[in-house]
């Protein structure tokens, strides 16, 4: 098994580590207004202390286990608030292990603290802190971000009603020369932001996370943001049009060296196309052109195995059929979506309705990340 000061987030974990201690158990609401009763454990080894989020009758069977040794199987590690957090994700089992020789929970401390004083601590509560800027396809979920970058244009504002209260809030579309991602601002916010479209910000401590399937950032309880004058950064032109160029509703050819996002539509129409959610992520789909098809020429099917589980969107389809048919590129489609990053093997939820795909044209020089999370991986602790 490996060392806690080996854990990388978006990566399966298999540890050794004595608990240390239990937080106060609390309550969140899961998907569908489930409760969850929701506890973190602070764990360490020798070479380091993280937090062990656990979940309903997990947290029972180690609540009597305080002081004890365990091993962690196949678990998962995430970003939570900045910081790496474990989890038992779906296939994670923990044990609990006689190891005599194993640091007790007073070695561990008094290591934990000698490292905290020679590094100064962490301290990502201090906002005075200096950011540690990243690009935007370096952005993680639930991580506090720091980041320069262009606001490139608004959406509608929309409104949401919480506790009888009335939330304006308006999406803008932020970029730099890496990629795009939605920012939402809300009431007050909305107005500044207006007023600084098109321009550079530099923003500090900000916040990453997943909402509707999609990437976002807000500013978050400790966030912000100043308007910096860099005449050399890239133009929000340019950001638009590199975007766009990945959009299969806005192009009518695919492009070499590129991956396209999509989804499967349709799934509840074909038989035993519920089997993609038992797939993991990344699993290699089959796509067929239909030009017989009686509702859409240009239709192209998705087939997992020998079944047909669904289709390519209308609005997505015309450029993935017409590079079908020419052949000329060879085209890859894998379950789940993807940016270059890190190694996934996470399984696809039930509860989208629209199975996200990832097309590309140059698979083998691809990374992958996923932005498809498990419920407990959205939960606030």
């Not at 995430?78 to 089992?93: A, C, E, P, T, W």
């Not at 939330?167 to 009431?187: E, K, W």
């Not at 550079?200 to 004058?229: H, I, P, T, Y």
């Not at 290699?284 to 099917?301: K, Q, R, S, T, W």
Request: net charge positive.
């Amino acid at each position: 098994m490996g060392k806690i000061e080996d854990i990388r987030a978006y990566n399966n974990v298999n540890v050794k580590a004595r608990i240390l201690s239990k937080s106060n158990e609390k309550k969140a609401r899961g998907y569908r207004g489930t409760s969850l009763r929701v506890c973190s454990f602070d764990i360490g080894d020798e070479t380091g202390i993280i937090k062990l989020g656990l979940f309903n009758e997990d947290i029972d069977s180690m609540v009597n286990n305080v002081g004890k040794v365990i091993g962690i199987s196949e678990g998962w590690a995430k970003y939570y608030q900045g910081k790496i957090q474990l989890s038992l994700g779906k296939s994670g089992v923990i044990t609990v292990l006689q190891d005599s020789k194993f640091p007790s929970k007073l070695e561990i401390l008094e290591i934990e603290k000698e490292r905290v004083g020679k590094t100064g601590g962490e301290d990502e509560g201090n906002p005075d802190k200096e950011a540690l800027f990243v690009k935007v396809s370096q952005i993680l979920p639930n991580m506090s971000v720091s980041t320069t970058i262009r606001v490139c244009s608004k959406e509608y504002i929309k409104y949401r009603h919480k506790s009888e209260q009335k939330i304006r809030l308006r999406t803008y579309i932020l970029g730099d020369q890496s990629g795009v991602i939605p920012y939402v601002a809300f009431n007050e916010e909305i107005a500044t932001m207006d007023a600084v479209l098109g321009e550079v910000l530099e923003m500090k401590n900000c916040w990453a996370k997943f909402w509707k399937n999609s990437l976002q950032l807000s500013r978050g309880s400790r966030g912000s943001w100043d308007l910096v004058k860099k005449p050399e950064f890239i133009d929000k032109n340019t950001i638009i049009e590199k975007y766009n160029t990945t959009q299969l509703d806005k192009i009518d050819q695919l492009q070499p060296y590129k991956a396209y996002y999509s989804e499967i539509v349709g799934i509840k129409y074909q038989s035993q196309a519920n089997k993609i959610y038992d797939e993991k992520a990344r699993r290699e789909l089959e796509l067929i052109p239909e030009p017989d098809n009686h509702y859409d020429n240009n239709a192209v099917g998705i087939w997992l195995k020998d079944k047909k589980v669904g289709y390519i969107p209308k609005k997505h389809n015309k450029a993935i059929f017409k590079a079908l048919k020419e052949g000329e590129l060879e085209l890859t489609c894998f379950l789940g979506v993807y940016i270059p990053s890190l190694e996934s093997n996470y399984c696809i939820p039930h509860r989208l309705k629209n199975v996200p795909i990832t097309i590309s044209t140059i698979a083998a020089e691809i990374e992958w990340r996923p932005v498809i999370m498990y419920p407990e991986d959205l939960m606030a602790f």
